[in-house]
């Protein structure tokens, strides 16, 4: 896209563009969303008198470039005088369709974002609002008819019998019908009658815009409004501490409680203090709940409309059509809705007013944005709340250590959950050594003897089971052949397992191997060097996984869930509620079902390779491990039957994989970031990724020399 100059955007002379006006009654900086940005955040254009009353955070489109192309974008700022050095500004040619504007404090934030996240103003508001909004999807005018108050036109006609009926069901209260409702509500059988007193002039007529949508939140209640359970010591103490800080202003609170602690629980007493709060002052305060798009099933969703109802709950995830979500946008905009449950993006609920921001999950990666506009929801959700003067709530049985930090360093007040509700246990994990299993029996088995007699006895008593095994850090080894033998290869300097990749290899092929703990690369061996053989590459994958399952169970109903079987959101949803309901008996599947679910009758876990995802090139390559085998082991025994859960790994003493089969969060946070600040990574120092992109390699390289060059000086 081409860049404008200044000259093309402030031309000597004033454009013809329709709606000029010599006579603006102010200017306005407007953020345009196509991504061109000026150094102040917006270019600068005159306010004809129509559009006097235009505020900052309404949308517009204004004249663009030599051609006066169309273009939208957000208002950011109101000014009495154009800068001074701008001598003829062009106007404002309209408001947009549908009139969209967004909060103040919006329009506050996202000057943080771009500032913060190095993006420019514009594209920062684009990636706010939903397509849905911009688009006005789902927007339908209609006609809506009242009785026209008494004392109407004396000489009107008279109305016959089943218009009478009309009449009276419409009432004298000034209310306004719908043509079709008001119909039946006199059981007229079409809406004639109620045309022809339109005719008659003894039903007036109103034309209102609205959203249309078919999304029934009511319908999606998958859980029947119960008694709120009594809470626990500790949630109740965890309960006064949080909703205490409501009247206290903007702080964070690091909410660790182990998996099934009842920190949902938790989120919605507060919540529910909140919003029985006395205000005094209009518009009243709602809550942001963000938590990861597959944590959103109709189990989640369900808890928060049995406990809010009446229609304040909205809910913002990939699964609403553009009409569903544009209607959500606006009720949360219009005040309607004061719980928003969402993913991500839900961050920029457009509430009227924020009184509390709550992050379930908050170690989540998927609350990564990885295009732009990039950004962190934890972070902005921490900005956001600071603007609003809330406190904001991140939530995690496993914190990010980012959080754990802060909670360190006073920056966030900790809150601890240490038990599980009454009623269920933490299950126990026991971890097989695959390589002594490879050791004493031929080749590779997927699934160990100890995790295949598991399964065989869950399945005997009824149990459910999950196995999971996480693809994107699907791995390949390189090994001896022979099972007496048992090679396989190491890291010389670390001892882990080596990891293949194929496509790093030398231009002949081949590949090399890497060791993803110190990033060591060794040569491809092609003998055993312990007794000569050719050695095999093999892998782990959830397909062999299966079909390996599938002759060992045949009896048993399976389930697989990844990124190829599962194509849409209703693929996940239909799934998850057969497992839940107890259809299936083993679901495999990779880290998306490592997630939220809570299926009482889960009795067994197994983790067909704990190592995967200490495979992965990322210095938080121990926290992930860490983070999943611990939320999925939270799977296991949440309800009478005790859990049980079992880590298949090569690297049985990794401290990573240890801590998780012992519980030991606060053991792994404490070691993992002295780690961290020995190799002053985040959370204790500060990081950030330099992109540099050109067609010319030996150009980009220069470049990228010279930038590393400045750096280092810079840093010392
Ligand atoms: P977490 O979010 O910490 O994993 P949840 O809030 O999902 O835990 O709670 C796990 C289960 O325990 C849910 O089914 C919830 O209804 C139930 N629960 C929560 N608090 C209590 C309590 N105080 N007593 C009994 N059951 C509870
Ligand atoms: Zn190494
Ligand atoms: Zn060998």
Same mark, same amino acid.
């Given at each position: ?12 002379? &004033? ?267 209009? &518009? ?76 379930? +999950? ?89 995790? +295949? ?264």
């Amino acid at each position: 896209m081409p860049e404008p100059s200044a000259e093309s955007l402030f031309p000597d002379s &004033p454009s013809e563009n329709e709606g000029v006006t010599n006579d603006p009654v102010g200017y306005a900086r407007v953020a345009l969303e196509r991504g061109i940005d000026a150094a102040e955040g917006g270019f600068t254009y005159a306010v004809p008198a129509a559009l006097g009353d235009l505020r900052v955070g309404e949308r517009v489109t204004v004249p663009l470039g030599r051609g006066n192309r169309p273009a939208a974008g957000i208002v950011v700022e109101r000014m009495g005088e154009a800068h001074a050095s701008i001598k003829t500004v062009k106007p404002i040619s309209a408001r947009q369709r549908g009139s969209v504007s967004l909060p103040d404090d919006l329009v506050e934030l996202a000057r943080w974002i771009a500032a913060y996240y190095h993006c420019p103003l514009g594209m920062v508001f684009a990636g706010m609002l939903p397509a849905a909004v911009k688009h006005g999807t789902g927007t339908r005018s209609r006609e809506q008819v009242r009785a026209v108050a008494s004392g109407g036109d004396a000489s009107r006609p008279e109305p016959s019998k089943l218009q009478r009926a009309v009449l009276d069901a419409a009432g004298s209260e000034g209310r306004w019908w719908d043509a079709k409702a008001l119909a039946d509500a006199a059981g007229a059988k079409s809406v004639s009658p109620v045309r022809q007193l339109v005719e008659k002039g003894w039903l007036e007529t109103q034309r209102t815009e609205a959203v249309v949508s078919d999304l029934d939140l009511r319908a999606q209640r998958a859980v029947a409004p119960t008694r709120p359970p009594e809470l626990t010591p500790a949630q109740a103490e965890a309960v006064s501490r949080l909703a205490g800080s409501l009247d206290a202003g903007f702080g964070v609170h690091l909410l660790h409680g182990v998996t099934g602690s009842g920190k949902t629980e938790v989120y919605l007493r507060v919540i529910d203090s909140l919003l029985h709060r006395d205000e005094t002052s209009a &518009p009243l305060p709602g809550v942001i709940v963000l938590v990861p798009e597959i944590a959103l099933t109709p189990q989640t969703v369900g808890r928060f409309l049995a406990r809010f109802p009446g229609g304040g709950v909205a809910v913002l995830h990939s699964g609403l059509t553009a009409a569903q979500r544009h209607a959500q946008w606006r009720r949360i905009r219009d005040g309607e809705a004061r719980v928003v449950v969402g993913a991500r993006s839900a961050v920029f609920a457009p509430l009227p007013k924020v009184g509390l921001i709550v992050v379930d +999950e908050e170690h989540e990666s998927s609350y990564k944005q990885d295009q732009l506009p990039r950004y962190h929801a934890r972070d902005v959700a921490i900005r956001r709340a600071q603007r609003a003067g809330c406190p904001v709530v991140l939530g995690s049985a496993t914190p990010s250590l980012e959080s754990w930090h802060n909670a360190a360093c006073d920056r966030a007040n900790l809150v601890t959950l240490p038990d599980r509700v009454p009623g269920a246990t933490l299950p126990d994990v026991e971890l097989v050594d695959l390589a002594e299993e490879r050791r004493e029996r031929r080749g590779v088995h997927l699934l160990s003897r100890r995790l +295949e007699a598991l399964l065989q006895q869950n399945l005997d008593a009824g149990g459910q089971a999950i196995l999971l095994l996480n693809r994107r850090g699907y791995a390949n080894y390189l090994a001896c052949p022979d099972h007496r033998c048992g090679w396989m290869m190491r890291c010389h300097h670390c001892d882990v397992t080596m990891v293949y990749h194929r496509d790093l290899g030398p231009a002949s092929g081949g590949g090399v191997t890497r060791c993803h703990h110190c990033d060591a690369e060794q040569v491809l061996a092609t003998a055993c060097p312990e007794c000569g053989r050719k050695v095999s590459v093999f892998g782990l994958g959830t397909q062999k996984v299966q079909a390996e399952l599938e002759r060992k169970f045949p009896g048993a109903r399976l389930a697989r869930m990844d990124a190829d079987s599962m194509r849409t959101a209703r693929d996940y949803q239909q799934t998850l509620d057969a497992f839940a309901a107890g259809q299936t008996d083993i679901l495999l599947g990779t880290q998306m079902i490592a997630k939220g679910l809570d299926v009482p009758n889960v009795r067994l876990v197994g983790v067909v390779s704990g190592d995967t995802s200490l495979n992965f090139p990322d210095f938080r390559a121990s926290e992930r491990t860490f983070q999943l085998i611990a939320q999925v082991a939270g799977r296991a025994g949440r309800g009478e039957h005790r859990g049980r859960v079992v880590v298949q790994t090569f690297n049985p003493d990794d401290p990573a994989i240890r801590r998780a089969a012992d519980h030991d969060y606060v053991g792994f946070a404490e070691e993992e970031i002295a780690t961290r600040q020995a190799a002053g990574l985040p959370p204790v120092g500060r990081m950030a990724r330099i992109v540099l992109r050109d067609t010319d390699p030996a150009a980009n390289l220069r470049r990228a020399t010279r930038l590393g060059h400045a750096g280092r000086g810079r840093g010392g």
